[in-house]
Every structure is written in C-alpha cells, then in structure tokens.
C-alpha cells in the first residue's frame, strides 16, 4: 500500500499547486492513500468548505487541521456534516468534529487517520500522547486497520520525535505538520514506523512560512505591526512525504520525502 | 571557495563522527572553510576547552554556540582567549568571548563568521536582526570579505527565515541551528544568499533530539523527571550544509544539504 | 467557620515564621481550618517529609504544592501514605498521590480542598478547570461540605480569574498561589465565592520572589548564570487570606487578607 | 513631593472613573504630580487621541503605556507631537514617541518618568534594564530630577522585582502595570526606592483583567473563540499608589496603596 502526506496548504498558491498536480501524482505514483493538512488554505488562516472541497476534488481521503481549524468560523459547522475533516484529537472535550477516522481508501484498505496538536511552545491543550493511544487503541495496526497515520502538529522537535518513538510498532507513519519547513529526517524507527519532523508546507517557499516576507520582516525589525498577513503567491512547492507499507504489518516498509514544484530541490516519492 | 557548515555536534557520538569523518570530508571535497556548532558536544552541555580543540584539530576553522555557551563553565574563560571560538553576538554586553570574526581560511580566503541566537520561544536577549546587521557592515561581502556565514541559532522557522530575507545579498550562507532536525529548505534567495532553516545536528538520530528517548519521552509522558538527560550513542549522522560561492560577489553559487553517517538518508556534498 | 490559607513558604525563613507564629494565629482568631502551599519549603525547590510534618505541626490541616511538587524526590513516596499533602489534581494520570481532599477539621466541619495548576505561561498539563469541576462535583458545598477551598497555582492573572468564575457558587474560596506577590483584589462574587488571584508567600520580601537578590538580578543583566538560588533568609511575612463562611451555604461572608510580620505592610485577619 | 501613580485605565468604565474622581482626589490630597498607565483605555486595546486627552483634563501630568501602546494606530502619530505621553523605552529603535521624560509639575518640581516593557512570558524586546539605566543617569535624582518614576510593564513579578532591586537608591518609585490585578507588596527597599510589583487596572473588577467574563472563560474551557473580548462597564475601581518623597533626596518617605470606588476593598491615600 502507497501513502502519501501533504504538509499545510498555505492560500490560493497552495491550493492551486494541489488541484492542478495531485491527480497525476497519485496515478503516477499509484497512491492508495491521501492525508494533506489544510489548516492554512484559506488565506493562510483555516479552511472554508468549499476549500476543503477542493482539496477533496483532487485526491485527499482525508483533510487534518491544526491550531488554525476554525480560523474560519464556518468549519465549526460544517466539520460536523463531513467524514473526512479532522481537528486535533486532543482540542477540550466538546469541540465540533473529530480527531480520528478510519476510512476505506479507493482500493479498499482501511485506515486509521488521527490529526493531534503538541503543547510545547504552543496553547494549553489535553495530553496528545493518551488521546492518540487511545485512538490506535480502538483500531489496531494489522488487526483492523492496514495502516495508521499520525498527523501531530507541532512547533518542537522533541515532541514530534516523543511521539514518534511513542508510537513506534503501532503506527505506519508519524509525520509533523505545523512549521511549514520540511526536514529531512525521514526514517524508519525500530519497531516499523516512519517519523518525519516535518512535512513542510505546500505553499511559496519565496516567503516567510508561507506568507509574503514582508510584513513579518517588519514586525521582527521593528516589533509593530503594519499591515496584515497575506499568503506569498508565487508557485507552491507540495511537500510532504511518502511510505509503502508491509502488507503484512502495515508498517513502514520505505519512507521518501515529496517535494515537487517551486523553488525547493526537488524530490519525488519514485517507489 | 567550497564552505561546509556542521550542525550542533551533541556528546561524544558526534565528536567522534566529526574526528573520524571531518578531515576526509574536508581532503575529498576540497572545502575551504569549515565552521561547526559545538554547543553541545560536551555530554550535550556546552563545551569544554578539550572538546573545542577536538573540534579544531577536526578540521573546523570556527566553532560557534549557542543557549548552552556556557553551560560548562570553562568556557566562560578560555573563549577570551581563543580567537576561533564564537558565542552568540547579541547575548548582554559584557559576556565572555565574540560573536563575530572575520579569519583566513586555509587558502587565504577571509571570511567572516557571525553567531546569533533568536528570540522566538527562547530566552530574551538583544535583538539578532541588529547586531547582525552591525557586523556585516563592517566586513562588506565582495569588499572586505570573500564570504560571509551566518549561523542564527533559533527555534522558530519564521525567525530563521527572517533572519534570511534580510541579510538577502549580504551574506553568502544563512543557515539554523537549535532544532537539531536538518530541513531540506536549502535554497538561495533572490539576491543570491543561501538559506536553510535548520542545519541539523551532529548527532545519533536513534533518539529524541540527540537525547537518550527514554527520560524525554517519560516527561511527555508524566510530567515528572525521572533522570538525566544523557546523549545517545549510537552511530552520528553528521548534518549540515555545503555552499559553493561565486567567487566575484562572495555570494552562493550552489548550496547543498550533507548527512553522512549514522540512520538518516545520505546526502554528500558533491560539487 | 473562619477558614486561613497561607501562600507558598519558602526556605527556612518561611519555615520558621509558620512555626513560631502560626499556633498563636490560629488561637487568637479562632481559624477552624488551616491550608498552607508548602511548594518552596525545602530550600526553595519542594517538600521534604520533615518540612511537610513541620507545617503540619504548626496547624495546618491541608499542605498543597504547585510545579516544585516534587523537586525533593522523597516527595515522590512520602505523598502517597499522607492523606493531608496534595498535589495539583490535573498532573498526567498516574501521578503519585492526588489532588483533592475531604477532611474534617479540628472543630468536626467537612472540608473539600483541592489543588490545580494552571497552564497560561507554565508547563503542559490536563485541564485543570474540568479536573477541579469533577472534585467538586463528587462533594458538594452546602450538601457533601460546609467548605471547599481550592488553592490554584497559576503564573496569569487571567486563568485565576477565570477559575474564580468558573467555580462562582460552588466554592468557598478560589486562591491564587505561585507568583509570590500577594495580591490586594480579595473580594466576594455576585455567585457568594471568594476570589484573591494571589495568596503571596510565605517567606523574606527583601528579595526577588523569595530568593536572595544578587542572583536573579545577575541573570537578568547578564543572562548567564553564576551560582545558584538561594531562598533569602531574614524574617518572613505570612502572607494569605481568611475566610468567614456562612454557615447555612458555606459561601464566604467575609474575605480579608492576611500578612503578618517582616517587611510588607501588615494586614490582620480580624474578624 | 506627593506622587500619584494609576494602572492600566481599562474602557470606557476606567475612563469615567477617572475623569470624575481623579481631580478630586487630587485636590484632596494634594498631589504635585499623577502618572497614568492608558495602554487599555480605548476598547481594552491602545490609546485613542481623545482618549488620551481625557486623561490629560483629568490631571495626568504624563500618561504610560504598554504592549497595547500602538493597537489603536493613530497613536503611531499623534505620540509624536505629545510630550506627555509615554511608549515603553525598549521598543526597537525608530519606534515613534520617547520611553522617557523630564516634565515640570503643577508646583514647579522636575520629575524623571520612565516607562518599560519586560520580556519575561512577553514578546521579545531591548533589554529594559540597561535602557532604564541609561535614562536614569542622564538625569540623576537629587541632583536634576525631584522625583523619578518607573512604569515596568511586566508579567512576571520576578522581572519587577529585580527592576526595583536594580534602581534602588536611583528611583523614588518602581511600579508594575499589565497584569491588572493590583498587589499588596508596597514597600520601600533599603536605598529608599518604593516598589510595588503591579499597581493593578483603573477598571470594571466585576471581570478577566477588565474583559467582560464571558469570553475569555469561554477559552478557557473550549479553547474555541467565540467572540470578541469587551471591556465590563460596571462601575470601575481607581488603583494605583501614592508616594511622598524626602524632599531632600527624592527617594520616597511614604510609600500606599489606593483603590477607591467600585468593588474592590478600598485604600485611601491618606498621608
Ligand atoms: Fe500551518
Ligand atoms: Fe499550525
Ligand atoms: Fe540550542
Ligand atoms: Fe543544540
Ligand atoms: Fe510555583
Ligand atoms: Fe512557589
Ligand atoms: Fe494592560
Ligand atoms: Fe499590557
């Protein structure tokens, strides 16, 4: 089985990037399995539904979130109609949505999807290690599911390394989201599970995460804000990262980095 | 002129990899100059006059710090006298030892090397962007200096690439470290600077950010330390970057991701 | 029922005052029930065993903690065969000891407490205000108690606040700890609960929050550290805040600081 | 010399306080001189130009701010034609309007007013010590100056503190704004400085830090925003504190609290 994850969709460069090279990535590829985050997709704060239509139109199974996910205000509603949107799993007890899904890939295998949100440098949020242990819990790796893909996103690279080795043997992949950057840390631990820091961003790398350099370059020279974020829009790179599985254990058999388009050295998920 | 930087070195792991591995890299590729992170290549605390040494005798021409400069308290003393040693330059006036230096290199290049440290889920501390800046005007690349690297020791990735845009054709290498994951970012801006966001450490990556899993792990986990944090010790992946430059403007010519060793994904320095 | 609870103690100095004062105190107002947070007993940092038992022979029915909890190790085991030592209720699951307790005091009245620890600006950790909402569920004021007192250790004057509203009607007092500084917002909510976003310490004002001045001062010149924190050791002020319940409901009827002896303006809780 | 020093005015609540009972108080006790922090005057967020001078008819011979200095952004311009209002001094440098003051008083004494901004759980700024340092020592108390006031604005009560402990014996008053919750720690330290870690708001109490409760307890519990954070308009509590100066040195003989009106207990400057 052939996974592949998309880091954060940052504005309409993102989203474009996605519509128009998703499709013939995954039939190039042969993906069974799509997750992109698009926390960032609709003018680089949360996701409006017709957005996440969009990245559902071009091949997501599963579309995960971060601490933006209800930046746009009606994905408090419309998160609740939709079986393939995730919020962190570990937002307060009430809060609209879902953390975790298991869902029937196109060629049939079953997946266990869990979107989490860290704690280190980041708001007060429940525990992320319980919930997502929890989660996996209800859907065993290679029992019920044949695979597992942790979404944990993070601003520290400790946390995403702790739940990595966590989840080792439990999970396919774990893969952080949330920084924007991609990191070339893909591996695969011991007991079977690929850890990936950071899938980076699909979005305009000439910026700064995403948004034009601009403003935010102000605002570290001068500590006053003068003028909203606004998403660069030049062409995206997607970035992301791609495993094939062990049918056997739905572990991780082969972990690759995805980087295609825009101005960051190319990689391309060629298993 | 062939640069290489070396992410953090952490514990005698990556000691022994930058011993063993660094003077062959060095006669192979035919590098220049070498600058290394040293912060925490003693027992992942600082860095004790020998380790520094080690380093030096290694191959690197500089060695910079970062928020663990001074963790071994030694240092606080012998980097007055080492003119090969940087600490990040916008700590308080009045600390120990530099933050920048211009040097020759083994054939005859001067470059200069600036240390910084961000302020972005950090400590608080003079602001970077200008005593950065302070020190590039006075060493003017292309004039003064034949190439200039700037090591920004930051945990946030809009800080570093901050830091990037706006030494953009000033510097010839913008380059991360703190966050011990390399990223594969690498690229070089408009005005011909190379950036990347996180050299990655010197390190084993068997483990939570150099660290031996298990305590950090325990502290995700409950709250509550059970022990030290001690460096892994299994085989290091040196991390870095490799830049080639334009001889004429001292800018980047080429920049290339390295990792050598140890479990992750290689990546040589072939230019 | 005339409720006393003292703020952190620290070091020896606050140590001392508790026991020399704190049974006259106690006599000479009548206080039926006695909590003091005993986080900075022990040099500082934790509780050792005989620190605690000190306190608790000085009068005080319940000892809580705060982020130092378990500073002291020994903490760690003594805890769990004390039933008058708690803990803050929303550390991870399986934390040694707990967070809340129904006593009865000297004079037969039942008495809830419960510990929490904040999260604005502190450490990751379980909700606290579903944690506290659980403890006072399982005993109800007026029904199950004659009082409840919930010790809140929080670093932001917003998150106590918020406590202090959240449980309005249901608690007999809400009392900040942890900043060291008492604070003077001592009142009575419209719902009958008494609110003081900070109890202060208990411990030498002629310091930086408790500890001897020459070395926090030295860390914010210079950012570099040079020796260790000392708790300062002349005479302390008692620092908290009394409380008089009704005894139909057990809200309070009167709230009135309390500091007594040292450097700080004295404030007796005469009533 | 008697000095009179408000926090944070908060709303409109704050503002009507002011305006009805500070010329008053003034005029009963004779006050030669009254600061007043207005960082929350307009709407909770910055200082509108009529708003400031409202303060100003009130009898505020120079007005502070804080971190909210420029939410209200025509203060970017008009600061720079006051020379009565106060941004804190370690801004970056070019931020507009000064962080210090040299003012005559009503009765003809020349008073020192500096305003600040701490980094600790705050956004990264200059280093407020040295820049305090410096404005101290261009004009010296006793020598150019009969009084010299400091505003820190600060978060943590160590960072105050330590600014107290630093200026003392060059200071007549150290004062804390921004956590809006006024402390009972008034003292005057062993040079002669007084020093009071928050002065606390001039606002509504019936609130979170003078925001209508709902909202802000609202994020506590869900973590979602739903709303705007208002300031409460109940009848506001004036806090601040009051100080009478040795003729002699201008270090403080006399240091009090005061909170008059609305709900909190009430402190009467009575010397
Ligand atoms: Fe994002
Ligand atoms: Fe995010
Ligand atoms: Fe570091
Ligand atoms: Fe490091
Ligand atoms: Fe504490
Ligand atoms: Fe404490
Ligand atoms: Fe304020
Ligand atoms: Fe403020």
């Not at 949505?97 to 079953?110: D, K, L, P, T």
Request: net charge negative.
């Amino acid at each position: 089985m052939k996974l592949l994850f998309l880091g954060d969709v940052v504005g309409k460069s993102g989203r474009d990037a996605v519509a128009e090279r998703l499709p013939g990535i995954i039939a190039t590829y042969g993906f069974d399995f799509v997750v992109i985050n698009g926390e960032n997709a609709s003018h680089g704060r949360g996701l409006t539904e017709s957005h996440f239509k969009g990245l559902r139109d071009a091949g997501a199974d599963i579309v995960t979130l971060g601490d933006h996910a209800f930046d746009q205000r009606e994905a408090l509603s419309y998160i609740e109609r939709e079986n393939t949107l995730l919020r962190p799993i570990n937002f307060a007890p009430g809060a609209p949505g879902r953390g975790a899904m298991m869902v029937e890939g196109r060629n049939g295998h079953r997946v266990l999807v869990v979107n989490a949100i860290g704690r280190v440098f980041m708001q007060p949020m429940d525990d992320p290690f319980r919930a997502v242990e929890a989660a996996l819990a209800a859907a065993p790796l290679g029992e019920v599911v044949d695979a597992v893909i942790v979404d944990f996103h993070t601003e520290a690279t400790s946390e995403i390394q702790g739940m990595g080795f966590f989840l080792d043997g439990k999970a396919t992949l774990v893969v952080g989201t949330h920084t924007h950057i991609p990191t070339s840390d893909h591996r695969i631990l011991r007991g079977g599970t690929a850890l990936m820091a950071d899938a980076g961003m699909c979005g305009d790398f000439d910026s700064i995460i995403g948004v034009d350099a601009e403003e935010p370059l102000n605002r570290f020279l001068t500590g006053i804000p003068n003028g909203r974020f606004t998403p660069a829009e030049g062409e995206a790179t997607l970035c992301g990262v791609a495993v094939e599985t062990d049918p056997r254990t739905g572990l991780a058999k082969k972990v690759l980095p995805v980087r295609i388009g825009g101005t960051l050295a190319q990689a391309l998920p060629d298993f």
